[in-house]
């Protein structure tokens, strides 16, 4: 409406303008009060005709500004790293195997008056005992003397009423399921003087669990690093050091028993055993 109204206005201003012939004694147009209200209202036109174009520019920059898209802030999916960041992770891994070979400790412990009547029974026990183990697969590589002790025994005050004599061997056997009768066997050779003082199972070669495990344990570390990465939104880089810690530690049995009073083959179970490796890997990490 208001640019209408500036366009009449106008209009009306010019068709109302005098003749140039009206003029004043120096060339100007000849004044009259009629012109001078003609003129007024024109620089009034004028003026309503500015105020009507500001009002319009202002509507239409107004329009424009509310049609435009609206600015929108989102977060980055990826930022540069600092130089040289890394990241640190831990990978770790559990395999298991079937032990092949067992491992005990046994032993002849005697007593008499004297210590040379101690030790003397206590060798010929001991003989026996080895020959017995021989006797169901255990080779004498697969023996060896793990402690001999020869002690004196005293009484409530201080006196010395016999001596004793000790004499174990460690025994590791390379097929497990003789094990139980070479057990056996030497509790019936012996008697009453045998010791068992503890038996445990291992794998005799762990390189190819321990191989898997290590794998595992580095794909895991991997997996790790990359997660971390993602989350941070960067790459993950090279590897920059690993240190590896492998750890397989054998299966122990506790067998404090009285193998004189078996009467058939020890029975033994060899289970299982864990062979773990665990690694610490530190990653470079790029933009």
């Known amino acids: 409406m208001g640019e209408m109204e500036t366009v009449e206005m ?115 026990k001991v003989n026996k005992l080895e020959a017995s183990l021989r006797a169901h697969g255990v080779t004498k590589a697969e023996m060896q003397t793990s402690q001999l002790d020869i002690y004196a025994n005293t009484g409530k005050h201080g006196a010395i009423t016999s001596f004793s004599a000790d004499n174990d061997l460690a025994v590791t ?24 003082n503890g038996i445990s199972f291992s794998i005799s070669n762990t390189s190819s669990l321990l191989a898997t495990a290590r794998e595992q344990a580095m794909r895991n570390a991997r997996a790790a690093a990359s997660q971390l990465a993602a989350a941070a939104g960067v790459t993950l880089g090279p590897v920059v050091r690993i240190t590896d810690q492998s750890s397989s530690p054998p299966i122990y049995f506790a067998s404090p028993l009285s193998l004189a009073r078996a009467t058939a083959s020890v029975p033994l179970q060899a289970g299982t055993q864990t062979i773990s490796d665990q690694v610490s890997v530190v990653y470079g990490l790029g933009s």
């Open 173 to 196: 056997m390379g097929d497990v399921a003789k094990a139980g009768a070479a057990l056996d066997a030497a509790s019936r050779v012996v008697g009453n003087d045998v010791n068992l």
């Open 10 to 124: 106008s209009q009306s201003v010019s068709e109302a303008r005098p003749p140039a012939l009206h003029t004043g004694s120096y060339g100007r147009p000849a004044s009259s009060p009629t012109w001078e209200k003609l003129k007024g209202a024109g620089a009034l036109g004028l003026v309503i005709a500015v105020a009507a174009t500001g009002f319009a520019v202002g509507r239409s920059s107004h329009k424009a500004h509310a049609g435009s898209p609206q600015v929108q802030l989102t977060a980055k999916t990826s930022v540069p790293a600092a130089p040289g960041a890394q990241v640190t992770v831990t990978g770790s891994a559990t395999v298991q195997g079937v032990p092949n070979t067992v491992s005990f400790e046994i032993g002849v412990h005697t007593t008499a008056r004297s210590a040379t009547a101690a030790l003397r029974i206590n060798d010929s």
